[in-house]
């Protein structure tokens, strides 16, 4: 089982076999989350190779998912996809990248996509569609919104 902070989060046992990226421990002490605490040694982690890397971040971008997965999110699907282990994660973005790249994944405390879903983003200014996510729009410097491709 590869674990993603949101199902961390919602967990009060860790399932045997589980790893994590180190960035997933990273956040869990960012909110000085207690378990951590508990867990101790039995939280393992490891790295992602970065072929994996790579992969996600091409399959995320097609999805238009880029702009809404974190670096650890990136870290999360990729080791999955390097240990061929099963995501548990509550984030929809993670289940809609490693749905579109056949990796199995299971919600923990939510109910899980129901279709992959594709995204473009739009400009709160001058409503110019974009197929990536950035800070601000680079033609008037609004911020962007995320809306599901039709």
């Not at 080791?79 to 809609?96: C, F, M, R």
């Not at 983003?121 to 001058?126: A, V």
Request: charged share 30%.
């Amino acid at each position: 089982m590869i674990l993603d902070s949101s199902a961390l989060f919602s967990m009060e046992n860790l399932p045997d076999d589980s790893v994590c990226p180190p960035g997933v421990v990273d956040e869990l002490r960012r909110y000085d989350d207690p378990r951590l605490d508990r867990w101790g040694d039995l939280l393992r982690t490891s790295d992602c190779t970065s072929a994996s890397m790579d992969a996600v971040k091409a399959a995320a971008k097609k999805s238009g998912d880029i702009g809404r997965l974190s670096d650890v999110d990136v870290t999360v699907i990729a080791l999955a996809l390097d240990l061929e282990g099963i995501i548990l994660t509550d984030d929809y973005s993670i289940q809609n990248v490693a749905k579109i790249m056949g990796i199995e994944y299971r919600p923990v405390g939510m109910k899980g996509i129901k279709k992959v879903e594709k995204w473009n983003y739009q400009c709160t200014g001058c409503k110019k569609w974009f197929k990536e996510n950035s800070p601000e729009c680079p033609i008037c410097g609004h911020s962007l919104r995320s809306h599901r491709k039709k």
